[in-house]
């Protein structure tokens, strides 16, 4: 029976929010104004270790209790980690959880938004959100599908084309201008590059997927050309507050701006003496630049640090006080006196690495675990030395990155062509170098290697016969006086010609080339060597078609030349990366007590937002820590000066500055070079820091 209906609206339950914090009694004074700031644009300027997620969680008490319902107020970070915590900690303080309050990365905010407004990007509500493996799958098809010979052209491979494309779309520049800036040898390919990255936008928009980088570009572009859209979301988050703000990119800032039009209510918390990614996307300028942006915007200053020592931040205070380009802060101690912290001058890499690892002993000795220590340095090959005597004195360690400095693909790649030269039957490192050749896959190179092996068999010479320690080895000529065999690889290469793709035919006549000269008895006796005719022949440019951090990966390389500049042979090189790479699985010597402790190494970047007992920074060297390039320009010696002053606000209680006189140097010719002290230790008054002068013991005593 039909009959009158009326719609009846269901209001979702919201709890009372009843707080009534006492303010004063639970913030300092600083931390206390930001909270209670009234309405309106603030930047609040929140120095290392001075409670910033606290004074981010109060203000969004502080909101709730003014009465701003909680879906009116979106909260903005950087990292999921620090989203849950935001989250957690609000929960905590109102004693519930809160699901109206929108908090989450600028990612999952966007993601969350695109799905409801999905029909004005250009997609569908159930599009999939690619992750960087697949979004370079669709950019290899894309080049597939516009028949570009990839060799002919030497034309970038799929990782640095993603990073060309992300780099345009955070910096909010074209693919041309990244190109140019920062790729330079693949300038003349910029209309092809182009071509592709048309393909790649339209193939997305076909499959309904969107790549990570399409989370903000396409919110951005809903904000600018939806005008309905814009409004609705403006009138909705009354009051956005911004974590990380010194890390934020054009686009993000430009999100945030358009969000914050109508209302102003835009509080940004943020360290302008911690912005160190702009290697990333992120601009410095729009935290420096925010009360240009903001006229009204009232700015305030966390000053006091609950971390660190006095000591420890007056070397901090000291550190970051030549920036010119910097709002003007000292960070006041909260704790009692303590240590002084060390500068410590060491003959070389290796006395600096034997003095880390002993002090790290002594320090464990003294009751300080293994794991609330860290070694912090400006790029992984500073610590080489460090990671070898770790190693040899069986000091467990864990690297941030979650890969040693030796297990990464480019240190591996190189090392093969050493190790098929010493040992002809690797196939493991055979099949890894002709898989670096044009149109070698698995199958190619199981074939190859087949062929090979047949050839090797009829040329090789007969057996040489055993030695008291063992068979004859194929080594360089030794103390035993044993010989190497006649080069034999570059002949059996050479014959296996047939079996080779004709697209490969060229980089195999190179590839023979180099082992040919790889054999030569003189080179085996130069690991060093070595690797620079490897670089030479062709790997550097297979870095630079490769991979997108093709500078650090060749300076990786260079100081794996540097560190194998110590070693006679090929032979003692290759074994010393042995024991390196395959030490958790090493069974001899004994075992620490406490098996869970490991010395965290890290670079700074890496340890940014973390904090530790005891931190050790080494390599501060002028040309290493600033780096050589970053000292090219002001604003690059000013990000290194920011990330030293990181590094030094990681410490609560004892802090260990350090520097080689003497280090091996880069490149292949051999030798070592006399390094000055860090540019940024002439910063630090001698006063503040205790000079240790390192003495060599005798092995019997005095």
């Known amino acids: 029976m039909a009959g009158m209906s009326r719609e009846y609206v269901l209001q979702p339950f919201r709890p009372e929010v009843n707080l009534r914090i006492d303010y004063e009694q639970e913030l300092n004074p600083q931390q206390h104004a930001a909270v209670t700031a009234p309405p309106g644009p603030s930047l609040v300027i929140a120095g290392a270790g001075s409670g910033k997620t606290r004074t981010l969680t109060y203000r969004v008490a502080f909101l709730l209790e003014q009465g701003i319902p909680a879906d009116r107020?979106?909260?903005?970070?950087?990292?999921?980690?620090?989203?849950?915590?935001?989250?957690?900690?609000?929960?905590?303080?109102?004693?519930?959880?809160?699901?109206?309050?929108?908090?989450?990365?600028?990612?999952?905010?966007?993601?969350?938004?695109?799905?409801?407004?999905?029909?004005?990007a250009g997609y569908r509500p159930d599009f999939t959100i690619m992750d960087r493996d697949d979004s370079e799958a669709l950019l290899k098809a894309c080049v597939a599908d516009a028949d570009i010979d990839v060799k002919a052209t030497r034309f970038p491979k799929a990782p640095a084309l993603a990073e060309v494309y992300s780099l345009a779309v955070n910096t909010e520049r074209t693919a041309a201008q990244i190109v140019t800036s920062q790729y330079p040898w693949f300038e003349s390919l910029i209309?092809?590059?182009?071509?592709?990255?048309?393909?790649?936008?339209?193939?997305?928009?076909?499959?309904?997927?969107?790549?990570?980088?399409?989370?903000?570009?396409?919110?951005?572009?809903?904000?600018?050309?939806?005008?309905?859209?814009?409004?609705?979301?403006?009138?909705?988050?009354?009051?956005?507050?911004?974590?990380?703000?010194?890390?934020?990119?054009?686009?993000?800032?430009?999100?945030?701006?358009?969000?914050?039009?109508?209302?102003?209510?835009?509080?940004?918390?943020?360290?302008?003496?911690?912005?160190?990614?702009?290697?990333?996307?992120?601009?410095?300028?729009?935290?420096?630049?925010?009360?240009?942006?903001?006229?009204?915007?009232?700015?305030?200053?966390?000053?006091?640090n609950?971390?660190?020592?006095?000591?420890?931040?007056?070397?901090?205070?000291?550190?970051?006080?030549?920036?010119?380009?910097?709002?003007?802060?000292?960070?006041?101690?909260?704790?009692?006196?303590?240590?002084?912290?060390?500068?410590?001058?060491?003959?070389?890499?290796?006395?600096?690495?034997?003095?880390?690892?002993?002090?790290?002993?002594?320090?464990?000795?003294?009751g300080v675990s293994?794991?609330?220590?860290?070694?912090?340095?400006?790029?992984?090959?500073?610590?080489?030395?460090?990671?070898?005597?770790?190693?040899?004195?069986?000091?467990?360690?864990?690297?941030?990155?979650?890969?040693?400095?030796?297990?990464?693909?480019?240190?591996k790649d190189v090392a093969a062509w050493l190790k098929f030269v010493c040992n002809p039957a690797d196939e493991l490192s055979f099949k890894r170098l002709v898989q670096m050749l044009p149109g070698v896959g698995g199958k190619g190179a199981a074939r190859l290697w087949t062929d090979f092996r047949a050839r090797v068999a009829k040329a090789a010479p007969p057996a040489l016969p055993a030695t008291p320690d063992g068979p004859e080895t194929s080594g360089p000529q030794g103390e035993g006086g044993r010989k190497p065999p006649p080069p034999v690889l570059a002949s059996a290469l050479q014959a296996c010609l047939a079996s080779v793709p004709k697209k490969a035919a060229a980089a195999w006549a190179q590839f023979t080339a180099t082992l040919a000269q790889l054999e030569a008895p003189k080179l085996r006796s130069s690991p060093k060597a070595m690797i620079g005719l490897v670089l030479e022949a062709g790997y550097e440019e297979y870095l630079q078609d490769n991979y997108p951090n093709f500078r650090q990966r060749l300076e990786d390389l260079e100081q794996l030349g540097a560190f194998a500049g110590q070693f006679r042979s090929a032979e003692d090189f290759l074994t010393q990366l042995s024991l390196l790479t395959n030490l958790e699985t090493e069974e001899e010597g004994p075992k620490p007590p406490r098996d869970d402790e490991r010395l965290r190494l890290?670079?700074?970047?890496?340890?940014?937002?973390?904090?530790?007992?005891?931190?050790?920074?080494?390599?501060?060297?002028?040309?290493?820590?600033?780096?050589?390039?970053?000292?090219?320009?002001?604003?690059?010696?000013?990000?290194?000066?920011?990330?030293?002053?990181?590094?030094?606000?990681?410490?609560?209680?004892?802090?260990?500055?350090?520097?080689?006189?003497?280090?091996?140097?880069?490149?292949?010719?051999?030798g070592d070079t006399l390094q000055q002290p860090s540019r940024f230790l002439g910063d630090i008054p001698n006063k503040i820091v205790e000079q240790w002068n390192l003495q060599t013991g005798h092995p019997y005593g005095a």
């Open 370 to 411: 293994l794991n609330s220590m860290a070694v912090l340095y400006r790029s992984h090959f500073h610590a080489l030395e460090l990671q070898l005597e770790l190693t040899r004195r069986n000091i467990p360690f864990s690297i941030t990155s979650g890969m040693r400095f030796f297990e990464q693909a480019h240190i």
């Open 306 to 366: 609950y971390r660190s020592t006095p000591e420890i931040l007056r070397v901090a205070n000291a550190a970051i006080a030549p920036n010119t380009l910097q709002f003007q802060k000292e960070l006041a101690p909260a704790r009692k006196p303590g240590l002084k912290p060390a500068l410590v001058a060491c003959g070389t890499g290796e006395e600096q690495a034997a003095f880390v690892a002993q002090r790290a002993l002594e320090l464990r000795d003294e």
């Open 73 to 120: 107020i979106l909260l903005l970070t950087f990292t999921n980690k620090a989203a849950r915590e935001m989250m957690r900690r609000v929960g905590e303080l109102l004693g519930s959880d809160l699901p109206e309050l929108w908090g989450g990365t600028f990612h999952s905010i966007g993601a969350r938004l695109l799905r409801r407004h999905a029909d004005l």
């Open 602 to 670: 890290s670079t700074i970047h890496q340890a940014k937002g973390l904090e530790f007992d005891v931190v050790f920074v080494i390599m501060l060297c002028d040309g290493l820590f600033p780096s050589a390039r970053s000292i090219e320009s002001d604003e690059g010696e000013e990000e290194e000066r920011r990330l030293f002053y990181v590094a030094i606000t990681r410490a609560r209680n004892e802090l260990y500055l350090s520097y080689p006189l003497i280090r091996l140097a880069q490149g292949y010719s051999g």
């Open 191 to 304: 209309p092809q590059i182009e071509e592709i990255g048309r393909r790649y936008a339209e193939r997305k928009r076909a499959t309904n997927n969107m790549d990570f980088d399409d989370l903000l570009a396409l919110w951005l572009r809903l904000l600018q050309n939806h005008p309905e859209a814009l409004e609705r979301l403006q009138r909705r988050f009354q009051f956005l507050l911004v974590d990380e703000y010194q890390d934020t990119n054009k686009l993000q800032a430009d999100l945030i701006d358009l969000l914050a039009a109508r209302h102003h209510n835009v509080m940004a918390v943020g360290d302008d003496s911690q912005s160190i990614y702009a290697w990333r996307g992120a601009n410095f300028r729009n935290i420096l630049e925010f009360p240009k942006r903001y006229p009204e915007a009232r700015v305030f200053k966390i000053e006091t």
